[in-house]
């Protein structure tokens, strides 16, 4: 997504991660990913803490990639959407689902409370949901001219390309992957939920609350019951490392549903649909 791409510069000794330096619009970026195998909370606090060795100038952070996606009749979140942190009355825009204490009955209560983005953050991330809503405006999404332009920029490489509504299917929450399958092609398809179809492959910004954890969700009846306790619209594995100590905001592209249907046919695209976002973003941030 990069506009530009610079040579990177000496790092801090201390400094383990390995950047990609460039341009987006007027803006300076520098990209890192986790170490891979090295996934959770801890681990994007260490990488984002080595990053401001290097970078002492840094004015903010994107959390960009992945994550499941938890949809409700309020929220139709599918695969390839993206979900953008934002905070609530009741929520800071992440919580880390999985810290807090056991109590009275064996019951699990939540504690702490992670920071909200940066006001300039989420005052760009309005102009985007405005635009979003006058889909007649020429100012709106440009996500899909985003995946478009990486897809031209790099056309041997491998496809960001939406992989169509027949593979998105979402399973009850009570209904668990036919135990040894490698595919849902053994899955009862009467165990899927009826939607609309959309009429478009047009990927949908939703912005709200961002579970986190120290651990991989798959199980649905997991996630709904996470979803009833907080309204959340997505699931993920580094976010509440960042929130208290960087001026951070999260996106995260839909590329599962956080069951034991899990599989990787939208990973790529959602990523790009996330980088996409990010992307747009960064156009409107002075």
């Known amino acids: 997504m990069l506009d530009q791409v610079h040579l990177p510069s000496l790092k801090h000794k201390q400094d383990d991660n390995t950047y990609i330096v460039g341009q987006i619009a007027q803006h300076k970026i520098v990209i890192t990913c986790l170490p891979l195998g090295r996934v959770g909370t801890t681990s994007a606090a260490v990488v984002a803490?080595?990053?401001?060795?290097?970078?002492?100038?840094?004015?903010?952070?994107?959390?960009?990639?992945?994550?499941?996606?938890?949809?409700?009749?309020?929220?139709?979140?599918?695969?390839?959407?993206?979900?953008?942190?934002?905070p609530s009355d009741t929520s800071p825009g992440v919580i880390q689902y999985d810290f807090g204490?056991?109590?009275?009955?064996?019951?699990?209560?939540?504690?702490?409370?992670?920071?909200?983005?940066?006001?300039?953050?989420l005052s760009a991330v309005a102009r985007l949901?405005?635009?979003?809503?006058?889909?007649?405006?020429?100012?709106?999404?440009?996500?899909?001219?985003?995946?478009?332009?990486?897809?031209?920029?790099?056309?041997?490489?491998?496809?960001w390309s939406y992989p169509g509504a027949e593979k998105?299917?979402?399973?009850?929450?009570?209904?668990?992957?036919?135990?040894?399958?490698?595919?849902c092609a053994d899955c009862d398809l009467a165990q899927l939920e009826v939607r609309p179809s959309r009429g478009s492959d047009q990927p949908k910004v939703h912005y709200g609350l961002i579970a986190s954890?120290?651990?991989?969700?798959?199980?649905?009846?997991?996630?709904?019951r996470l979803r009833q306790e907080t309204g959340a619209l997505?699931?993920?594995?580094?976010?509440?490392?960042?929130?208290?100590?960087?001026?951070?905001l999260v996106?995260?592209?839909?590329?599962?549903?956080?069951?034991?249907?899990?599989n990787k046919d939208w990973q790529l695209y959602a990523a790009a649909t996330a980088a996409a976002y990010a992307r747009e973003l960064l156009h409107i941030i002075l």
């Open 129 to 159: 949901n405005s635009q979003d809503i006058l889909q007649s405006s020429p100012d709106r999404s440009k996500i899909s001219d985003h995946l478009a332009y990486i897809q031209a920029k790099y056309p041997r490489k491998p496809s």
């Open 213 to 224: 954890a120290n651990q991989v969700m798959r199980n649905g009846a997991t996630r709904e």
């Open 49 to 86: 803490e080595h990053m401001r060795l290097t970078f002492t100038s840094l004015k903010f952070s994107l959390l960009v990639g992945i994550g499941g996606g938890v949809p409700s009749k309020k929220f139709d979140v599918r695969l390839g959407d993206v979900v953008v942190s934002i």
């Open 101 to 121: 204490k056991t109590v009275q009955d064996g019951r699990f209560e939540r504690t702490g409370c992670l920071n909200q983005p940066p006001a300039f953050l």
């Open 168 to 183: 998105d299917q979402l399973f009850k929450s009570d209904y668990d992957h036919e135990p040894g399958k490698s595919t």
């Open 251 to 262: 996106i995260r592209g839909i590329c599962d549903y956080a069951d034991s249907h899990k």
């Open 234 to 248: 997505c699931v993920e594995m580094e976010a509440a490392g960042l929130m208290n100590n960087f001026q951070c």
